[in-house]
């Protein structure tokens, strides 16, 4: 147990001085603990569930002995700061975007103590899959097929909002709990997999909160607004970057009263539910992404306090 929340992962522990290698987890226990000796750091990372599934995001928890620099999460390629909670207590939020594929994936804290020495401990954790709902939607031809202008126009609105997402910044500006992004939040259409006239299309990559237009949207988490603009798909579009790769996307507002590099605090009113871009009626799409990729909304929402 810490700060009373049942470690149900794994707590993993390389302690490393020179020439010392990474500890591999111990099998066969519920809290597997694994310890190499050398030196007198320690570094331990736990996660509260090993086997996350596809668009699920988790907490990891990274502990140290004593100062480290250049403290980072490697997690899918990619690496992350974490978030500094207290002397020597580091914590983090990544997850398993919904596309990826079920199988082993490695997750690793690193760093360097003074003086040199690399301390590094590794997770091995399995995604599982998920099942989506499908979803059939009849659309009328002129909002399912598009002209080259209007492709082009998509293909670089999406090039754009990728390169947002691509930025990993500091500091960080989310805290858990994320508070959700409208009062009555009741989501839908997480995940599903869409077929439009009967062609398969991508999936659903996000929340949809149906609720009356001019509805208050706030902000999850207190971050810089990375996007605020007009899109073909989203129409009027609010993107929040919280820090070290973790965003929240807002989309079909009715207006939006932030602006591109604004800072915003948590729970600041943002903008309001409309039916802008392609929306058959008045709903908030809300998405996010942490380190890892796309995941459930509602599963980051539901990260409790310490
Ligand atoms: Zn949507």
Redesign the pocket.
């Known amino acids: 147990m810490r700060g009373g929340i049942p470690l149900a992962g794994i707590l993993c522990f390389a302690v490393l001085g020179a020439g010392v290698a990474g500890a591999a987890p111990a099998a066969g226990s519920s809290r597997d603990v694994s310890l190499s000796t050398g030196g007198s750091f320690t570094l331990s990372l736990s996660v509260e569930n090993r086997t996350p599934a596809q668009g699920e995001p988790f907490r990891v928890r990274v502990s140290t002995s004593g100062a480290v620099d250049n403290l980072v999460l490697e997690w899918m390629g990619g690496t992350y700061p974490v978030l500094e909670t207290g002397p020597g207590r580091y914590e983090g939020v990544v997850g398993v975007d919904l596309l990826d594929p079920p199988g082993s994936a490695a997750l690793v804290a690193e760093g360097r103590v003074p003086g040199g020495a690399l301390l590094r401990a590794e997770v091995e954790l399995v995604v599982a899959p998920r099942k989506f709902p499908v979803q059939e939607l009849t659309l009328p031809k002129r909002m399912a097929e598009f002209d080259p202008p209007t492709l082009r126009r998509i293909r670089e609105e999406a090039d754009v909002l990728k390169s947002r997402f691509e930025r990993v910044t500091e500091p960080i500006r989310w805290r858990i709990p994320f508070l959700p992004p409208v009062e009555e939040y009741r989501p839908t259409?997480f995940g599903s997999r869409r077929r439009i006239n009967g062609e398969p299309r991508l999936p659903?990559a996000?929340?949809?909160l149906h609720l009356p237009e001019g509805t208050p949207v706030r902000a999850i988490a207190g971050g810089i607004v990375a996007f605020a603009g007009e899109q073909f798909f989203g129409g009027r579009s609010v993107v929040i970057d919280h820090g070290g790769g973790v965003f929240s996307v807002y989309?079909?507002l009715k207006e939006f009263s932030v602006s591109d590099g604004q800072k915003v605090g948590r729970g600041e009113r943002i903008g309001a539910v409309g039916a802008t871009g392609r929306?058959t009626g008045p709903?908030?799409?809300?998405?996010v992404r942490v380190p890892g990729g796309r995941v459930d909304p509602s599963l980051l929402l539901g990260l409790s306090g310490r």
Do not use: T
């Open positions: 259409n659903h996000a929340v949809d989309y079909h929306a709903h908030l799409h809300f998405g």
